[in-house]
């Protein structure tokens, strides 16, 4: 099982944005190994396949496959946008996610759940905000869907934090309670971060 976490795009040696690096996490179960064969890219007629030279994933682990995209022409311009999806040793498989051009500014880098006192319902999630776009950005939004049972998405509008330097990284504490959502064991969802500039990104996280 792999789960998409975040992606950078970056300039080649030539200054032309090609280099694309997916992280994915592999929740379970310990000890199950999946060998990534290839990443593909698409876009409505046009579909491409990048080798990654046998990449083994054993989980639980995070893993990081980057490809060079101008082995088959192919450049990221602003306003570009790809299905993404990995060709394995068990399965090939569309993550449900885009890449998109200019990339993410803001991702989640590790999280908790966890409960406010006296309360029987795990309603706050505190996570690690990394800026990686190349400027300032503020935190406007988070979205979170439970995909286990496919339920609607909640959206709860933030006021902060601002990264301001690149590569800075921030604590962000969303308490949920009175919203009417709350986090359920064994549930995996959805979290979108949307910043004050540049596109959104989503990871996934599951509450063991």
Known sequence: MLDFDHYT????????PSLLTVWLRSPGPAGKT?????LTLSSGQNSYDFATNGIVVTAPSNVSVTVDTSSQGLYFAPGSSFSLGFITDKYN?????????????????????????GQTDATVLNFTMLNVGVSSATLTSLTIKDVTVNSNAFNFTMNGPTIAQPG?????????????????HQHAYYLTITPSTGPSSTSSIVFQ
């Open 168 to 184: 800075s990284w921030a604590q962000v504490v969303l308490d949920t309670r009175g919203s009417g959502f709350y986090f359920t």
């Open 9 to 16: 795009i970056q300039n080649n040696t030539q200054q032309r």
């Open 34 to 38: 999946e060998t990534i064969q290839a």
């Open 93 to 117: 498989f569309e993550l449900g996610f885009s890449i998109v051009y200019p990339p993410e500014t803001l991702i989640q880098q590790g999280y908790t759940i966890g409960y406010d006192p």
